[in-house]
């Protein structure tokens, strides 16, 4: 299974981005998928995953409420993380991943088989 992640780019504090990320994989909807960060010199961390099957949502505390996971149902197989009310902390490279074997998304990069490339996502003003 290959991903595409794409999206990212500079962006003021208080704005918004969204990032895809895109398989030509048929059956995306029966993997849990989920999106990390990184910033330079640290670990790779959880930002927000989707459920396999019933698309259930969860999100690191820090950005609950401002950003938004979801699956794209049309056919595209696309995973989006819509991202408002930036903040100059939510810069970092994103990274999408995908799992299979279990329900829910994993919080742990060690739990994931397939991963895109980074997408960098800077807030500056």
């Known amino acids: 299974v290959q991903l595409q992640a794409s999206g990212g780019g500079l962006v003021h504090p208080g704005g918004s981005l969204r990032l895809s990320c895109a398989t030509s994989e048929r059956n995306f909807g029966s993997y849990a998928t989920a999106w990390f960060r990184q910033v330079s010199g640290s670990e790779r961390v959880f930002v927000a995953g989707i459920s396999r099957v019933d698309d259930m949502t969860y999100y690191e505390s820090s950005v609950k409420g401002r950003f938004v996971i979801s699956r794209d149902k049309s056919g595209t197989n696309t995973v989006y993380l819509q991202m408002d009310n930036l903040r100059p902390e939510d810069t970092a490279d994103y990274y999408c991943?995908?799992?299979?074997?279990?329900?829910?998304?994993?919080?742990?990069?060690?739990?994931?088989?397939?991963w895109g490339q980074g997408t960098l996502v800077t807030v500056s003003s």
């Open positions: 991943a995908a799992q299979t074997g279990t329900l829910l998304p994993g919080r742990s990069p060690s739990e994931y088989d397939y």
